[in-house]
């Protein structure tokens, strides 16, 4: 497959593994579109299309083999040897997301963290080494380091997305507050809570 | 206006505004679109079309008044009052979501955090008051909040959520690795770290 999945079936598709893991955990081997479809609040006929199109079928009688489509979606979804991950800006923010996966069997695996505040450089957080940003452009270069989550105050976020840029990083997950710029090379993902917020308040205010 | 907006629609207006306040902010009075559209990395046609939609138009010369602008996008996605929200699980997540918030302005209020650690009742954590889970019932209904953000590990989730409806919350962002079933007068806004990474890697994996 050289083709690349759109953006909403590969976010779906890491849910449906989700979702199917802790499925096979509770001892069943065999699933139904429309049980996907239950345990994550779409339509069985959404789950349907996007296994059909990575190529999957399951048996009219007993549904989806639960192992069969986790390794399926895995062989699409991950990286044949894993990929890493390095988070900058190690406040609250950094230190929830790196607790979040610590543990997670996934292929990707958080192997540095980085911030300037000395009282947090060379200590260990949730089993990841923290460095100074100094040291940010060999570290990415010689751990091979693709993936990177900016979790920084917004002012200090595009310096930190260029010298990620220079450093090699192919991937972006943007957490502060700033919109960043970036080379069409490079993947970013824009977070932002207070927009999130305003959209939910938005849909429960009074018309 | 009586009829709710598209989802992506909010999203966007939210982020206008904010950037048209760092702009503002610059001491700059009118923008054009496609000045808007850079900030944000959109195009100028989806800018224009969001504008009109909420029915202001500027000036082929000068463009937006920027002013006007902002105060428009408030009248729409704000409510008149401003609405109260809570935070459950005062983690490293949770204690990120209340620093974000705290001194920005917006209509959107954090008065309350709750969660089960006696180390953590009865603090105060970014000028916000924390309470047992216990008393999330009274809180909500007796301050009248009506968004809650869920930040507890995945297995308290549901419980939370339960009572937090019960309580008679209206919009829920769940930042729990759990997926949520809330019934339909309820607005819930998921959202997964690790779906997020997993997308980012998918793009960034060589083919």
Redesign the interface.
């Known amino acids: 497959?050289?083709k690349?999945?759109p953006?909403k079936t590969?976010?779906r598709l890491?849910?449906y593994r989700?979702?199917l893991l802790n499925y096979l955990a509770s001892g069943k081997h065999h699933i139904f579109s429309h049980e996907i479809a239950n345990?994550?609040?779409i339509t069985a006929v959404q789950v349907r299309r996007d296994i059909m199109l990575i190529g999957y079928t399951g048996t009219l009688r007993q549904g989806y083999d639960v192992k069969e489509l986790i390794d399926i979606i895995g062989k699409?979804?991950?990286?044949r040897d894993g990929?890493k991950?390095a988070v900058v800006g190690i406040?609250?923010?950094g230190?929830?997301?790196m607790?979040?996966?610590s543990g997670?069997r996934?292929?990707?695996n958080i192997v540095a963290a980085f911030d300037t505040n000395p009282e947090k450089v060379n200590k260990i957080y949730a089993g990841i080494p923290c460095y100074h940003n100094e040291m940010l452009k060999d570290i990415i270069k010689n751990e091979g380091i693709?993936?990177a989550?900016i979790s920084v105050p917004g002012e200090y976020a595009e310096k930190v997305a260029e010298d990620l840029i220079l450093a090699g990083i192919?991937?972006?997950?943007n957490f502060s507050?700033k919109?960043l710029?970036v080379p069409s090379h490079v993947?970013l993902?824009e977070?932002?809570?207070?927009?999130?917020?305003?959209?939910?308040?938005?849909?429960?205010?009074?018309?």
Chains 1, 2 share one sequence.
């Open positions: 497959m050289t690349k999945l953006d590969v976010e890491s849910q989700r979702a345990l994550l609040h699409i979804i991950d990286s990929q991950v406040g609250n923010l230190r929830a997301i607790g979040y996966f997670k996934t292929k990707l693709s993936i989550v192919k991937g972006i997950i507050p919109p710029n993947y993902q977070f932002d809570i207070v927009t999130m917020l305003e959209k939910v308040a938005y849909f429960v205010k009074k018309a």
